[in-house]
């Protein structure tokens, strides 16, 4: 366990040695899903990364604090800035899929700088116009144990139970979002890889996403949002960005 911000603990996980590579899951997930379980964490470690990947607040074998105030505003970026420095990175790689991709792409915004960023299962309008995914997900932990077959969310919320997200937390975590504003990358000139599913719409356009940015190029793999991170092309495809 590693202190985050404000010192709440967080797991973090690490598998392999030589340059550091950051990854941040998605939503409800954690390092072991999103990262160990399909071999994405095993793919990049061997071509020469050391792959650190935390679980955020609230999820996977981190803290989940009633407290409100462990949650200010964008409190999963002053979380990432933690982690950094208490590994003490200065020269790094950066990846996140989802949540992850959100938080890294927050993260440049305020102006942090590493040598390359994957931005996989995001688009341009998951940065922004948070308001109405929050009330989506509120929704889901508020109605969880009503929700049923063929309803939008039953798959949310059978994918909450499997994870066992603390609902409390999650309510508390889901209100310190704020929106990114897409004007503050435009000028952010960092290698930059935006990876999705080929069916995956979930956050919006890809396509959007690498026009915006000044530097960056789309990949695509089999799937859709959730199918996507169980494809073997994911870790291949990140694993040839960062070492081509």
């Keep these: 366990m590693v202190p985050g911000y404000r010192d709440a603990m967080l797991a973090v996980h690490e598998m392999g040695e030589g340059r550091p590579l950051l990854l941040l ?22 071509h020469g990364y050391r792959v650190i990947m935390p679980d955020f607040r609230v999820h996977g074998q981190s803290a989940a604090p ?23 990175l200065t020269d790094f790689d950066l ?11 927050l993260l440049l915004a305020k102006g942090l700088r590493p040598a390359r960023v994957i931005l996989a299962g995001m688009g341009l309008e ?33 994918f909450m139970k499997t994870m066992k ?9 889901l209100n310190s979002f704020g929106d990114v504003d897409p004007d503050t990358l435009r000028s952010v000139d960092v290698p930059t890889l935006v990876l999705c599913g080929s069916e995956d719409k979930d956050n919006g356009s890809p396509e959007a996403l ?11 793999v089999p799937g859709t949002h959730m199918s996507s991170v169980t494809e073997k092309a994911l870790g291949e495809t990140m694993a040839a960005f960062l070492t081509a």
């Design 126 to 158: 998951g940065l922004s116009g948070w308001a109405k995914r929050r009330d989506f997900f509120l929704s889901v932990i508020a109605d969880r144990d009503t929700i049923k077959h063929g309803d939008p969310r039953w798959l949310s919320v059978q």
């Design 66 to 88: 009633h407290d409100p105030s462990d949650y200010p505003q964008d409190v999963l970026a002053h979380d990432v800035h933690a982690l950094i420095a208490h590994f003490e």
């Design 95 to 105: 990846g996140g899929f989802s949540l992850g991709a959100r938080t890294s792409a």
């Design 210 to 220: 690498v026009d915006l940015l000044p530097n960056a190029r789309l990949a695509e």
């Design 165 to 173: 997200v603390d609902p409390i937390a999650a309510v508390l975590l």
């Design 25 to 46: 899951h998605g939503l409800f997930s954690n390092a072991h899903v999103n990262w160990i379980k399909f071999g994405h964490a095993a793919t990049i470690a061997a």
